[in-house]
T-cell receptor, first 112, second 112 residues
């Protein structure tokens, strides 16, 4: 059974600092997604990672995937207040083309 | 350009009442999903429909039924609501291959 763990679950940081959110998963997968959710809002897709060594960047966010370590990271560079949100990773199990298993989310608060 | 539309946005029910949550997408996607989101638990899949005419159980299907009415619409029914079903419900649809799911704005459901 595929399990997905994110850490930390809560992160408070200052603007301008760098930090990394980790997403570990327990069995082989061929696809991993990062989403953002603002309070009381829907989920917005950030990155799709489909192969070992994949790296995607958008603004101050960069995501990477190491399928051998079963680990994805979401790195935040020089954080700004607008990046405050909850970030989720979701992993697709190999035995299903349709299902995703979600991490519990990382609530990120960036203080001015 | 509506994307995924969910109705209603908010609902309060009494224990034992029934209701149907509606979801429609205008992106011509084959796959559609119903999730529930509870604090600290990420998203959990209730049911999904890989294509028109098919539905399958997810992680937490007990107490729910679904109907894939046509390619656009996928409804979720609570036959006899219980307080444990208090949650935020999200509908999503997905393009072919490994593209990310698109989410509606959610239905906030409280059962007293």
């Amino acid at each position: 059974e595929l399990k997905v763990e994110q850490n930390p679950l809560f992160l408070s940081m200052q603007e301008g600092k760098n930090y990394t959110i980790y997403c570990n998963y327990s069995t082989t997968s061929d696809r991993l997604y990062w989403y953002r959710q603002d309070p009381g809002k829907s989920l917005e897709s950030l990155f799709v990672l489909l192969s070992n060594g994949a790296v995607k960047q958008e603004g101050r966010l960069m995501a990477s995937l190491d399928t051998k370590a079963r680990l994805s990271t979401l790195h935040i560079t020089a954080a700004v207040h607008d990046l405050s949100a909850t970030y989720f990773c979701a992993v697709g199990p190999m035995d299903s083309n349709y299902q995703l298993i979600w991490g519990a989310g990382t609530k990120l608060i960036i203080k001015p | 350009n509506a994307g995924v539309t969910q109705t209603p946005k908010f609902q309060v029910l009494k224990t034992g009442q029934s209701m149907t949550l509606q979801c429609a997408q205008d992106m011509n996607h084959n796959s559609m999903y119903w999730y529930r989101q509870d604090p600290g638990m990420g998203l959990r899949l209730i049911y999904y429909s890989a294509s028109e005419g098919t539905t399958d159980k997810g992680e937490v299907p007990n107490g729910y039924n679904v109907s894939r009415l046509n390619k656009r619409e996928f409804s979720l029914r609570l036959e006899s609501a219980a307080p444990s079903q208090t949650s935020v419900y999200f509908c999503a649809s997905r393009p072919p291959s490994s593209q990310p799911q698109h989410f509606g704005d959610g239905t906030r459901l409280s059962i007293l």
